[in-house]
Nanobody
Framework: QVQLVESGGGLVQAGGSLTLSCAASGRGFNDYAMGWFRQAPGKEREYLAVISRSGSSTYNADSTKGRFTISRDNAKNTIVLQMNTLQSEDTAVYYC?????????????????WGQGTQVTVSS
């Protein structure tokens, strides 16, 4: 089992950048593919990015390509989402997720572990 805690959310102006971090505790961090989702008010949770167990493979949703970068540090049991050129539509609660199968991290219903979420607000 793995516990996930996000940090780094906050208020940023449109066009700005923000870095989210997720610290994982529990055994076997290297056994989990990791990712990020978000949920805006009145909308369903949306897949953003996934990174493989080793970090050698990453995947981005079309809405984040060229703007968001996912990375991980297996020595520190952390993942990071670097977000650039933020827009008002990026305002949402952002969630760190984990699963032993990377393929399970592309749909919210198949994700095994969720963090508590961190709020990101982009002002226009």
């Amino acid at each position: 089992q793995v516990q996930l805690v996000e940090s780094g959310g906050g208020l940023v102006q449109a066009g700005g950048s923000l870095t989210l971090s997720c610290a994982a505790s529990g055994r076997g961090f290297n056994d989990y593919a990791m990712g990020w989702f978000r949920q805006a008010p009145g909308k369903e949770r949306e897949y953003l990015a996934v990174i493989s167990r080793s970090g050698s493979s990453t995947y981005n949703a079309d809405s984040t390509k060229g703007r968001f970068t996912i990375s991980r540090d297996n020595a520190k049991n952390t993942i990071v989402l670097q977000m650039n050129t933020l827009q008002s539509e990026d305002t949402a609660v952002y969630y760190c997720v984990a699963d032993q199968r990377a393929s399970n991290l592309f749909q919210s219903r198949t994700v095994s572990y969720w963090g508590q979420g961190t709020q990101v607000t982009v002002s226009s």
